[in-house]
């Protein structure tokens, strides 16, 4: 299968966990980049981790940018939209968002994607491939310990699946079309009506 990444680029998977579930999804997104013979640098965005607060910054050997978080309050976590917003202007590097929720593809979720998005955009990621991965509850209502080991179970292989998407450049966006990351929003803006 033909890749979006050149061999010599690498790829940069930045998460934040609140719970536990990104971090297995990040886990298993770099397990399955790394079976297909990519390099994967993992930023955790946590309290132990301090170096995104000093500066926020997408290696430069970086051809792809996998963002991987759970929402709070219909958002990402603030500390994954700081260091969003910290970022420097990048050259147009494409750019997967993968949300973790124990809701699953609902409104609320994919609405708060958009913030993050816009942002990315803002800073010259085109992000061309979104995803919600669903986890077991495990903080407010706990469910059934079968349907949380299923879950977990079929993760390596949603990531597996997911990263072949991506590698192939499959356009996942709700609404948007391959015309849209084409460049066609450029010139759509020049136009007056």
């Known amino acids: 299968m033909d890749s ?11 998460y934040f966990t609140g ?13 399955s980049f790394s079976q297909k013979g990519y390099e994967v640098f993992i930023l955790p965005l946590d309290q132990q981790s301090c170096e995104y607060q000093e500066k926020p910054t997408i290696e430069h050997t970086v051809g792809l940018l996998v963002l991987i978080s759970p929402f709070h309050a219909f958002d990402a976590p603030s500390t994954m939209c700081s260091w969003i917003s910290g970022l420097k202007g990048n050259k147009e590097i494409p ?7 124990v809701a699953g593809q609902i409104w609320l979720n994919t609405a708060g994607r958009a913030n993050c998005i816009k942002t990315l955009e803002e800073k010259g990621c085109i992000t061309f491939y979104e995803r919600m991965l669903l986890m077991p509850a495990s903080i407010f ?8 080991a299923k879950l977990l179970q079929v993760l390596p292989l949603k990531a597996e699946h997911s990263v072949a ?3 192939g450049g499959n ?5 948007k079309t391959k015309l849209f990351f084409l460049g066609i929003k450029k010139y759509l803006k020049n136009i007056n009506v």
């Open 4 to 14: 979006i990444l050149r061999s010599d680029e690498k790829i940069q998977i930045v």
């Open 19 to 31: 719970a536990g579930g990104s971090v297995r999804v990040a886990s298993a997104f770099a397990c």
């Open 95 to 101: 750019t997967a968002v993968i949300t973790v929720s």
């Open 141 to 148: 209502t706990p469910g059934k310990a079968e349907s949380a």
């Open 165 to 167: 998407e991506i590698l």
């Open 171 to 175: 356009v996942r966006r709700p609404g």
